[in-house]
T-cell receptor, first 113, second 115 residues
Framework: GENVEQHPSTLSVQEGDSAVIKCTYS??????FPWYKQELGKGPQLIIDIRSNVGEKKDQRIAVTLNKTAKHFSLHITETQPEDSAVYFCAASPSNTGNQFYFGTGTSLTVIP | DAGVIQSPRHEVTEMGQEVTLRCKPISGHNSLFWYRQTMMRGLELLIY????????DSGMPEDRFSAKMPNASFSTLKIQPSEPRDSAVYFC?????????????FGDGTRLSIL
C-alpha cells in the first residue's frame, strides 16, 4: 500500500520567514495530494491541494509543488505569521483506492513573533 | 454551510463501559470516514462508507469496535467493551462523490478517555 513520509516533525521559524514542509510517497498510482492544518482541539482543515496533472499551485501565502518523477511534494508558507502555528499534515490518495487518503505523520510549526 | 458535526466532544468513562460516538456528515456527501488520532500512531483510518455501505473496515483494531451508517446523515462508532488503550481523539470526515479527487472534510473530533 501507499506510504507517506513527512519531514520535519517540528519546525520553528521567525515571523515573516518562510516555512517548507516536505513529503514523499511510494505509490505511483497516487494522483491527489491535499494538505491539512490542525489547530489545537480542532479537526484537520484543508488548506490547499494539488492534482497530479499540475506541478505547482499557489493560494496567497501558501504554495504546493509536486514532483511526480521523484514522488515528492512540498508545502511552502511565505511571510509566516503567528496564526500559522499549527500541525500540518500531507496526504496522498491513490487513484485505485477510490476515496482513501494516506496521511503523513505531521509537522508541528511554530512561528515565533 | 454546516460542517461535519461530531458528538460528544469529550467522553470520559471507565473501562468495560460501552462508548458510542456520533457523526453527522455534510449534507450531500456520500462518503464517510472514521479516523483515530494518537501521538504514537498519528491519524489512522478505521473504516469508511460509500453511500452508507461499509467499504473497507481493515483499520478497525478489534471486534470490540463496530460502525454503522443507517442513513446518509448519521453514523456511529461503538466500542464495547472499552479499554484504556482506546483513549484517543476520534475524527469523522465526509467527502462528496461528485468529481474525482475531492478533499475530505473533518469534524472537530471526540476526545475519548477510558479510565
Amino acid at each position: 500500500g501507499e506510504n507517506v513520509e513527512q519531514h520535519p516533525s517540528t519546525l520553528s521559524v521567525q515571523e515573516g520567514d518562510s516555512a517548507v514542509i516536505k513529503c514523499t510517497y511510494s505509490d505511483s498510482a497516487s494522483n491527489y495530494f491535499p494538505w491539512y492544518k490542525q489547530e489545537l482541539g480542532k479537526g484537520p482543515q484543508l488548506i490547499i491541494d494539488i492534482r497530479s496533472n499540475v506541478g505547482e499551485k499557489k493560494d496567497q501565502r501558501i504554495a504546493v509543488t509536486l514532483n511526480k518523477t521523484a514522488k515528492h511534494f512540498s508545502l511552502h508558507i511565505t511571510e509566516t505569521q503567528p496564526e500559522d502555528s499549527a500541525v500540518y499534515f500531507c496526504a496522498a490518495s491513490p487513484s485505485n483506492t477510490g476515496n482513501q487518503f494516506y496521511f503523513g505523520t505531521g509537522t508541528s510549526l511554530t512561528v515565533i513573533p | 454551510d454546516a460542517g461535519v458535526i461530531q458528538s460528544p466532544r469529550h467522553e470520559v468513562t471507565e473501562m468495560g463501559q460501552e462508548v458510542t460516538l456520533r457523526c453527522k456528515p455534510i449534507s450531500g456527501h456520500n462518503s464517510l470516514f472514521w479516523y483515530r488520532q494518537t501521538m504514537m500512531r498519528g491519524l489512522e483510518l478505521l473504516i469508511y462508507f460509500n453511500n452508507n455501505v461499509p467499504i473497507d473496515d481493515s483499520g478497525m483494531p478489534e471486534d470490540r469496535f463496530s460502525a454503522k451508517m443507517p442513513n446518509a446523515s448519521f453514523s456511529t462508532l461503538k466500542i464495547q467493551p472499552s479499554e484504556p488503550r482506546d483513549s484517543a481523539v476520534y475524527f469523522c470526515a465526509s467527502r462528496t462523490g461528485q468529481g474525482k479527487n475531492q478533499p475530505q472534510h473533518f469534524g472537530d473530533g471526540t476526545r475519548l478517555s477510558i479510565l
